[in-house]
């Protein structure tokens, strides 16, 4: 069955530091899509970044990237020089390629950026 | 502006009253689903639907319905709701592939 992991509950940054947000995920399709969402503390859920499991190359998006590494079914967020307004719940999602808009979410990271 | 709107946004209700979630795009997108949020849970999908009266279950189907009759709107109905339905309703939009729009949320609490 598929499955999203997102092992941190709670993470803390300082502000301009670069941090690390983990996902893994669990799928026997060959074709998925990745995804990043963010969830800021006023509820709305804003799309950061996509990554194909065919795509060669890593995912950007500004200050947003995504670490994939097929092999060991992780696509990690990195987001850089971090700002105040990067403080939210952060959700890995997966959609298989067999059905378009099956959606499976991870729990979430909560991320809190320290001025 | 494109959007997903939902209403309403609260909701408060009792035990079996029957209660319809309405949701709808401007972005003629083929796909739309709706989700519920439950704290420590993530996002967990409950019906999602390919095109108009083409719809599945996701992973947490029991309790609710769905219908898309045109393609802009996918109402969610609770037809005899239960307190471990209270939670945050998202409904989401996409083209086939492409990442999710989603609606600003239904807090629905059913006592």
């Known amino acids: 069955a598929q499955k999203i992991t997102q092992t941190q509950p709670g993470m803390f940054v300082q502000e301009k530091e670069a941090v690390t947000l983990d996902c893994t995920y669990d799928?026997?399709?060959?074709?998925?899509?990745l995804f990043w969402y963010k969830q800021p503390s006023s509820g709305e859920m804003i799309f950061l970044i996509y990554q194909g499991s065919y795509d060669q190359q890593n995912a950007t998006e500004g200050r947003y990237s995504l670490n994939f590494q097929k092999a060991r079914k992780s696509a990690n967020l990195v987001i850089s020089a971090s700002q105040l307004g990067d403080s939210a719940m952060y959700f890995c999602?997966?959609?298989?390629?067999?059905?378009?808009?099956?959606?499976?979410f991870g729990p979430g990271t909560s991320l809190s950026v320290i001025p | 502006e494109a959007q997903v709107t939902q209403n309403p946004r609260y909701l408060i209700t009792v035990t079996g009253k029957k209660l319809t979630v309405t949701c709808s795009q401007n972005m003629n997108h083929e796909y739309m689903s709706w989700y519920r949020q439950d704290p420590g849970l993530g996002l967990r999908q409950i019906y999602y639907s390919m095109n108009v009266e083409v719809t599945d279950k996701g992973d947490v189907p029991e309790g609710y319905k769905v219908s898309r009759k045109e393609k802009r709107n996918f109402p969610l109905i609770l037809e005899s709701p239960s307190p471990n339905q209270t939670s945050l309703y998202f409904c989401a939009s996409s083209r086939e592939g492409e990442e999710q729009y989603f609606g600003p949320g239904t807090r629905l609490t059913v006592t």
């Open positions: 999602a997966m959609r298989d390629g067999a059905s378009y808009d099956k959606v499976i």
């Open positions: 799928t026997s399709d060959p074709s998925y899509g």
